[in-house]
């Protein structure tokens, strides 16, 4: 390959990086230097599923059975999963001949194909996930020289490091869009992304703090439970159903979970599970993604009257008040803590009234938790 083919063939692969769909380019790219085909795929760690970023001169319906079969058969599949960046995994070297030539794998999956020789590397590792690099061809092509070898893992170094530019810019989008619904202004409200399996992909900060606490959801060992087997069970089909939705093959739409607290003290969490749209291949991941909303109420900020004080003219002794019912206290119980009579608590609240435009504490209190710029310090 000339110098300046291999520089556009770099600055190809890092584009890919940019826009995910130029991936089948570089592989057209891969297999113009080394013939035959070539695949991008992310395979689990934990299952024999894979997902493909793309491939070349590879019948579709070939790939979704290795997808979903072969690749629980590849007998490289020890080397692919556990193999470190940089690595070249030759099948040829990894079993003799005759075993490999008799083997399911090569009958029904590479033969039919016209494919002898394999050579893959590992790409990027991650805790769940590994992406690999595959180029196959025919026995004629002969196996592939030690210069191609080198090439290819010059190549293979310029892939990392544009899958993880992919992978930063996919979870900064994921988290952007996400924090700017409307769920997650709150400060009790946090999220998380998970696979199929409930593995946790990314979370926020406010949602690995509920995890912390351990108080009715965590990510014990990297899976998002529920405290008892019957929620964590609840909790895993539903994000089961949401993947298989994400996946396009289910209808579910999601749906909303209460878990309870341990010894049942206080709230419960609220859980809102979702099918995610965003393609997961961009982050690194295999299979579907599912976003789940964790709300734990004890974390929500108290409502203060300072705000409310400054804008509608309160008096401090108004504001104290104010302060009291937004906390939940009745009126008697207030003027005993603050040795006033109760006469005067109520002239205090109907000054309140007066100056609010509000005529009964219910709606005084909606009044004030409605408005984010009443509840705000006054500061």
């Known amino acids: 390959m000339k110098p300046d083919d291999l520089s556009s063939l770099i600055d190809l692969i890092y584009q890919a990086g940019l826009q995910t769909e130029l991936w089948p380019e570089v592989l057209t790219r891969l297999v113009a230097r080394f013939g035959g085909t070539a695949t991008l795929f992310i395979q689990d760690r934990d299952r ?3 997902g ?15 997808a979903e079969y072969f690749a629980a058969l590849n007998p490289a599949r020890h080397e692919v999963l556990t193999a470190p960046e940089g690595t070249i995994i030759d099948i040829a070297a990894l079993m003799d001949e005759p075993t490999y030539l008799r083997s399911e794998f090569y009958n029904d999956f590479f033969r039919p194909m016209g494919v002898h020789h394999a050579l893959g590397t590992v790409v990027q590792r ?34 990392r490091r544009s899958t993880d530019i992919s992978r930063r810019i996919t979870a900064a989008r994921w988290e952007q869009e996400v924090s700017s619904s409307l769920l997650v202004r709150r400060a009790a409200s946090g999220f998380v992304f998970v696979d199929a399996e409930s593995r946790v992909l ?47 093959k289910g209808t579910y739409a999601g749906g909303i979970l209460g878990l309870p607290r341990r010894r049942m003290i206080g709230p419960p969490l609220a859980l809102l599970v979702c099918p995610w749209h ?38 401090a002794a108004e504001a104290r ?4 019912l937004l906390a939940g206290d009745r009126l008697a119980d207030y003027a005993e803590s603050a040795s006033v ?34 509840q705000h310090s006054g500061g």
């Not at 491939?55 to 790939?63: A, G, I, L, R």
């Not at 703090?209 to 990297?222: E, P």
Request: hydrophobic share 45%; aromatic share 6%; glycine share 10%.
């Open 52 to 66: 493909f970023l793309g491939f070349v001169n590879m019948d579709p319906k070939f790939m979704r059975d290795y």
């Open 341 to 374: 009579s109760l006469a005067t608590v109520k002239t205090h609240l109907r000054a309140i009234f007066l100056k609010t435009g509000q005529r009964r504490q219910a709606d005084l209190l909606r009044l004030i938790l409605s408005s984010g710029i009443a």
């Open 321 to 324: 008040l104010l302060d009291a």
């Open 48 to 50: 024999s599923s894979a």
């Open 126 to 159: 991650s805790e769940l996930f590994g992406t690999h690099l595959g180029l196959q061809r025919a026995k004629q092509a002969g196996d592939y020289a030690d210069p191609e070898r080198e090439e290819i893992l010059m190549l293979a170094r310029h892939i």
């Open 202 to 248: 990314l979370a926020d900060k406010v949602a690995e703090q509920i995890f912390r606490a351990d108080n009715g959801v965590n990510a014990s060992g990297g899976r998002l439970s529920a405290i008892g087997g019957d929620n964590t069970e609840r909790l895993h089909a539903m994000i089961r159903s949401a993947a298989l939705t994400a996946s396009g």
């Open 278 to 315: 965003g393609n997961p291949l961009a982050f690194g991941v295999s299979g579907p993604a599912v976003l789940v909303f964790v709300e734990d109420p004890t974390l929500s900020p108290k409502p203060a009257a300072a705000g409310a004080a400054t804008l509608y003219g309160l008096t």
